[in-house]
C-alpha cells in the first residue's frame, strides 16, 4: 500500500491526495496550515489520514467553510492527529459509516449559523462500530448552540477519553442510539448537559468526570443505560437526573451540585454503592407518584436538606450508610 506525502501550497492539498489514494493508502499530512474541506466517499474505504506531526497540521476553516471532513457511506478511514478550527458547521462528520477511527484530533471554534445551523465537533449519524478516542473539543456553536460529540440514530459508538470542554449546547448528545459506550471522558464547562441521553437504549457511561456543566451532570430520556464509576460535581443543576425507567446508578461520586444529587422521575431504577454528599436540595429525590425504585447500599453525607427524599409510592429504600437518623427505618424493610 502507498504512503502519499501531502503539503500546504495547493488549495486542495488534502482533497487531491484522497482522490489519488486506492484503498489501504496512508495519506501523511506534513505540518503546515490547509484551508479545505475534505470530502470522503465512493470506493474511499480503509485509508489513513494521519499528521505527521502531531497537532502541527492545522485546518482552518476561516469561518466560510462548512466542515474539515466529511466521511460519506465509507468505512474503515483512521483521522488522526489534526488540529480543526473556524469551520461553520462542524470538525468531523460520519455519515452512513462504519468501523472509522478519529484519533487524538484539537477540534474548536465551530460557530453554526444563528437560528439556522447548530454547529458540532465530531457528528456520528446513522453509522455503527466507531472509535473516537483522545480528541479534545472545545468551544463548539458560538454563533448557533452545538454539541462536542453529536450521535444520531448510531450503533456500537464507543467515545473514549476525550475533553469535552465549554461547548455552547451538551458536551455529548446520544439521540435514537444504541449499545454505544462513553467512557473516560473529561466533560465540563458545556453550557447545558455534560450528556444529554434522549430515545436511545442500553448505552453504557463509566469512569467519566462530568463537572461544572450548566445543567446536568447527565440527564437521561431513555432506557436500560448504565452509569458506572463516574466523578460528578458542581454542575449548575442535578448530578443525574432520571426521567425514563429501568436505568442503573453504580459507584458513582456525586458531589456539591447545585440540585440534587440523583432526581428521579421514573420507575424501576437501580441507585446503588453511590458516594453523595454535599448536594444543595437532597442527596436522592424520588419525585410523587414514582415507583419501584431501589435504593441500596449509598453512603450519604452532608446534603440539604435531606439526605434521601422519598415523595413516591412502594420505593425500596435499604442498608445506606447515613448520617441522618432515620437511616433504613425511612422504608422498612418487608418481611415475608
Known amino acids: 500500500m502507498a504512503i502519499i ?3 500546504p501550497g495547493s488549495p486542495a492539498a488534502i482533497q487531491d491526495a ?11 499530512v506534513h505540518r503546515g496550515t490547509y484551508h479545505e ?3 470522503l466517499h465512493g470506493n474511499k474505504n480503509n485509508l489513513r489520514i494521519v499528521a505527521k506531526h502531531k497537532h502541527r497540521v492545522i485546518l482552518d476553516g476561516k469561518h466560510g467553510l462548512p466542515e474539515a471532513f466529511v466521511l460519506d457511506s465509507i468505512a474503515g478511514v ?6 480543526i478550527k473556524n469551520y461553520v458547521t462542524g470538525g468531523i462528520r460520519i455519515l452512513n459509516g462504519k468501523s472509522h477511527r478519529i484519533l487524538e484530533n484539537q477540534i474548536s471554534e465551530m460557530s453554526g449559523v444563528r437560528g439556522d445551523i447548530r454547529a458540532f465537533g465530531i457528528f456520528v449519524n446513522h453509522s455503527e462500530g466507531n472509535l473516537l478516542m483522545k480528541n479534545k473539543i472545545e468551544r463548539i456553536g458560538r454563533a448557533e448552540a452545538g454539541n462536542g460529540i453529536q450521535i444520531d440514530d448510531s450503533i ?5 477519553r476525550n475533553k469535552l470542554l465549554n461547548n455552547y449546547l451538551h458536551g455529548v448528545e446520544v439521540a435514537l442510539g444504541f449499545h454505544n459506550a462513553i467512557a473516560g471522558n473529561q466533560i465540563s464547562g458545556n453550557k447545558r448537559e455534560g450528556i444529554m441521553i434522549s430515545g436511545s437504549d442500553n448505552n453504557l457511561f463509566l469512569d467519566n468526570k462530568l463537572k461544572r456543566n450548566g445543567e446536568n451532570g447527565l440527564f437521561a430520556r431513555s432506557t436500560n443505560n448504565y452509569m458506572i464509576g463516574s466523578d460528578i460535581k458542581d454542575n449548575r443543576l442535578n448530578g443525574l437526573q432520571l426521567t425514563f425507567n429501568y ?3 453504580f459507584n458513582n461520586k456525586i458531589k456539591n451540585n447545585r440540585q440534587s444529587g440523583l432526581s428521579i422521575l421514573s420507575d424501576f ?4 454503592q453511590n458516594k453523595i454528599e454535599k448536594n444543595r436540595s437532597n442527596g ?3 419525585h410523587p407518584s414514582h415507583t419501584a425504585n431501589f435504593v441500596f447500599e449509598n453512603k450519604f453525607k452532608n446534603n440539604k436538606p435531606q439526605n434521601m427524599k422519598d415523595q413516591g409510592v412502594d420505593n425500596n429504600i435499604l442498608q445506606n450508610d447515613s448520617d441522618e437518623r432515620y437511616r433504613d427505618n425511612y422504608c422498612p424493610q418487608q418481611r415475608l
Open 284 to 286: 436522592v429525590v424520588i
Open 78 to 83: 483512521e483521522i488522526a492527529g489534526f488540529r
Open 247 to 249: 436505568n442503573m446508578a
Open 18 to 28: 484522497v482522490d489519488l489514494a486506492n484503498e489501504g493508502d496512508v495519506i501523511l
Open 156 to 160: 456500537g459508538t464507543w467515545v473514549l
Open 5 to 7: 506525502d501531502v503539503f
Open 269 to 272: 431504577n437501580d441507585i446503588q
Open 37 to 39: 474541506s475534505v470530502r
